[in-house]
């Protein structure tokens, strides 16, 4: 009888091992490219998820253990906060290891042991940069020798890491440009393992030049439950009339915030939706919502991708009395006129976009006493920005109130032509010049 008793045991314990195997399926890999107009911000995929702000990475931390980020890239942050670039060379929206580096590696610390149920992590560039190629291992942290930095030599499956799935989305052939996601998962919907540290092993696409590490745009954890993320100190979103919304990302230099709030804010909120109203057009509505963000280690002023703004935060430390909120007025304006490439049409000549946004600038927003003083001797008008300015502001109040407004819908229609200054104005830009000089050199004499 304790025979029989112990055999039914036996076979009840077997058939829970049977019933445990068949609810595990096996870890699969499914990858997806988006190109063209298929690839947008909002990062839609036929069989993927779309990046999460709300999995179970959101407040998890990431490191680099091995290798440097390109300091033209944000910090590992950027891989967890949901934040997505808008389009397809955007380095201040993703994270991504130096030029010249042949990968390196990027350890997830999830807070806690996590039943994850799926991984994914997206990508987007126009070119090499855009595939991903990386070794997935991952760690409870119970292992006896279990070290939290393999490095260098250091093979992860032999420092109590488990590798998990081996990534590689770049196309067989053609060009390597695109937004690409790659989602690990169980295949019977089971959860991967249970883990606490996620560890991605990267290399880089190519070696034949330097540009070939990827531009990580995030990764998700998913766990099949909603997480809050955490706040972040230095970020946050302002209201601007009309229904627009501003977010400012001053977390690598929270030394700006009393400037921010005191100066910066209020010009934004006032000066936005001005310049959208300057440079309107029929069937065009400005931007609803734009992003400044101020990064410590980023060279010269600033810059603007799409709708996003990005300033040297050491410039404007220095500058915060000064040209400081005039730069990001200056800035709004590239945020506003989206002069982006029409097929077949015309490129719009450098210095009358960043004229144009200079003529906001410096005859619009900074006080008399500030406007640039042109050298009629040396000064050409196509010297741009405060220059072109100048003689775009010279135009407005002598020749067409509304010669930068016309300019403007004909760049952001790709259809900038020499031959619209003698079509608005009957004369060329050269004639319209030569008055301009002229009157400069009249006001010299008197």
């Keep these: 009888m304790r025979r029989m008793k112990r055999r039914i045991v036996l076979i009840a314990a077997v058939c829970g091992l049977m019933l445990t195997a068949a609810a595990q399926g096996e870890i699969r890999t499914v990858t997806e490219r988006n190109q063209g107009r298929g690839a947008t911000g909002k990062f839609k995929f036929k069989n993927i998820p779309s990046p999460s702000r709300t999995d179970a990475a959101a407040n998890a931390s990431f490191s680099i253990i091995d290798g440097r980020r390109d300091i033209n890239g944000r910090t590992p942050r950027a891989l967890r906060d949901g934040r997505l670039p808008d389009n397809a060379d955007q380095p201040g929206a993703n994270f991504f290891f130096a030029q010249g580096a042949k990968g390196g590696r990027i350890v997830a610390d999830l807070g806690r042991v996590v039943a994850v149920k799926r991984i994914s992590t997206y990508s987007w560039h126009r070119r090499s940069r855009g595939p991903q190629v990386y070794r997935l291992y991952a760690a409870d942290g119970s292992a006896k020798d279990f070290n ?9 499956d032999r420092a109590g890491w488990t590798l998990i799935a081996e990534v590689d989305t770049r196309p067989k052939t053609g060009d390597f440009g695109g937004q690409y996601a790659a989602s690990i998962f169980d295949s019977a919907g089971a959860a991967i393992g249970s883990f606490r540290y996620l560890l991605f092993d990267v290399t880089a696409t190519e070696t034949v030049d330097i540009f070939g590490n990827t531009f990580f745009s995030e990764i998700d954890v998913c766990d099949g439950k909603v997480h809050k993320p955490a706040p972040t100190p230095g970020l946050e979103t302002v209201s601007i009339p009309g229904g627009c919304r501003m977010t400012l990302d001053y977390s690598e230099m929270p030394e700006l915030k009393q400037w921010i709030d005191k100066s910066l804010k209020p010009a934004c909120v006032k000066w936005y939706p001005l310049i959208a109203e300057m440079l309107s057009d029929d069937g065009y509505k400005a931007p609803q919502h734009f992003s400044i963000t101020f990064r410590a280690n980023m060279r010269g002023v600033a810059a603007t991708g799409g709708v996003r703004i990005y300033c040297a935060g050491r410039w404007f430390t220095r500058n915060l009395h000064g040209q400081a909120v005039g730069a990001v007025v200056h800035e709004m304006v590239h945020v506003v006129q989206q002069y982006r ?18 003529y906001i600038r410096w005859f619009g927003y900074e006080p008399k006493s500030k406007r640039p003083r042109v050298n009629p001797a040396r000064a050409k008008y196509t010297d741009s920005y405060r220059t072109t300015g100048a003689f775009l502001n010279y135009l407005v109040n002598n020749v067409d109130k509304d010669i930068v407004r016309k300019f403007n819908s004909a760049m952001r229609k790709g259809k900038y032509s020499p031959d619209l200054w003698k079509q608005y104005t009957d004369k060329t830009v050269d004639q319209l010049w030569a008055d301009f000089i002229r009157t400069l050199n009249a006001k010299k004499l008197s």
């Design 341 to 358: 490439r029409v097929r077949g049409g015309r490129p719009n000549p450098g210095w009358m976009v960043e004229g144009v946004a200079d």
């Design 148 to 156: 939290t930095r393999p490095v260098g030599a250091i093979a992860p």
